[in-house]
């Protein structure tokens, strides 16, 4: 990474009040770098930064990534955008216009100062994949106009973007793939699976599946990610994906939920409620181009992985 001023690396983190950009942060903060994190708070929440406040090389923002945006940063992780379906279908245009303009704006930001700026990109992009497992060549299985087309669609926008500006202007653009992630500070209330059924497990409701929860999902524990961004943003002028990130293990959402019950305990049981709209049957990353090009692999289990998530929910419940 350059440096455009006098001193420490300074580094721009979008989306930085949510479950994984708070996570980069931390990791940012602790190696010396200095942070700006510049976030809405749509769905991200103070409490996820507090712990920062007062930390003389952090700095919080509050600001849509729709809008312009003039600042001195030396990198710049992009990570704004709901994430969980509840939140980026609530309000589906603005979905696609943080994607799209927020990639604009946030290009047009690294295009001048000539900084290297990673992408949140996603599995989602290869949509209900035919391909299995998940190989970053595969163009993807994508409804163009449903209900996920707006997360979808934008993220794949995105990466046009970011591809187009590598190539018309020289910039190191950085596109990661991300698998689903799980952890501490995921939103309570966001609806994504493994959230959702540990929440309702602690609270001794009945674990929610939907469909027969035969569909399948890889679950990446977020320090296991947040290693893989660094990795890939000090990777060098000549990497620049896109590189799926993400855990290889699959599991069904069945499995996941007796997983989950057998940890939590209790009388809970399984409900089954119908499966949404375009819900991708089979998700599983192929990795090997993120052990060839980073040498970066997953090393936190899932077992070891839910039973961080699950304290970290205890104690949020109990507050
Ligand atoms: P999150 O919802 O916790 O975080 C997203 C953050 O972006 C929030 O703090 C939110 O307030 C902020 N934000 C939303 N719109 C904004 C805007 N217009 N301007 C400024 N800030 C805005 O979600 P997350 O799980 O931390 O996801 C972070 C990124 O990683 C997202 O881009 C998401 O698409 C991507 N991703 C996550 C996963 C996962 O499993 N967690 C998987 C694939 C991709
Ligand atoms: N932009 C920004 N911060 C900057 C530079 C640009 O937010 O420091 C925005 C700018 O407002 C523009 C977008 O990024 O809308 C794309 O910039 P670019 O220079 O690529 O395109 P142009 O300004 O020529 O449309
Ligand atoms: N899911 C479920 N019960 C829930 C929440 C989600 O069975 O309470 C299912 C959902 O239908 C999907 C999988 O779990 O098949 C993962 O959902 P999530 O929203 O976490 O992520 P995504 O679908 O974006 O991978």
């Known amino acids: 990474m350059k440096r455009t001023g006098y ?18 942060i931390d990791r940012l903060l602790e190696r010396g770098d200095e942070v700006l994190c510049v976030d809405n708070l749509f769905t991200g929440d103070k409490s996820n930064i507090d712990h920062l406040v007062g930390n003389p090389r952090f700095e919080f923002m509050r600001h849509d990534v729709c809008f312009p945006l003039f600042v001195e940063v030396d990198a710049i992780f992009n990570l704004a955008c709901p994430a969980s379906p509840i939140h980026y279908q609530h309000d589906p245009v603005q979905t696609t216009k943080t994607s799209v303009h927020g990639a604009i704006n946030m290009l047009g930001l690294a295009k001048r100062l000539g900084v290297p700026i990673f992408q949140a ?48 202007h020289g910039l190191d653009v950085k596109v990661a793939r991300i698998f689903n992630t799980y952890g501490p500070r995921m939103h309570i209330a966001d609806g994504r699976v493994v959230s959702n059924l540990i929440v309702q497990a602690l609270k001794g409701e009945d674990l929610t599946i939907y469909g027969d929860g035969s569909q399948t999902r890889s679950f ?22 896109p590189i799926n990130i993400g855990n290889p293990i699959e599991f069904t959402i069945r499995q996941l939920a007796e997983t989950i019950i057998a940890k939590v305990g209790g009388t809970t049981k399984l409900v089954q409620l119908p499966l949404p709209q375009d819900d991708p049957l089979q998700r599983k990353p192929d990795i090997s181009m993120a052990r060839q090009k980073l040498g970066w692999e997953p090393k936190i289990e899932l077992d070891q992985g839910l039973d961080r998530t699950i304290a970290y929910f205890k104690q949020k419940i109990a507050e």
């Open 7 to 24: 001193g420490r690396r300074r580094v721009l983190v979008t989306g930085g009040a949510g479950f994984l950009g708070s996570h980069l």
């Open 121 to 168: 990109s996603t599995s989602e992009v290869y949509g209900d994949p035919a391909v299995h497992p998940q190989v970053e060549s595969y163009w993807g299985n994508v409804n163009p106009i449903g209900i996920r087309s707006c997360y979808d669609e934008g993220k794949r926008c995105a990466e046009t973007l970011f591809f187009d500006y590598h190539r018309q």
């Open 220 to 241: 990446c524990y977020c320090d296991d990610l947040i290693e893989a961004f660094l990795l890939f943003m000090d990777s060098g002028p000549g990497t620049h994906g």
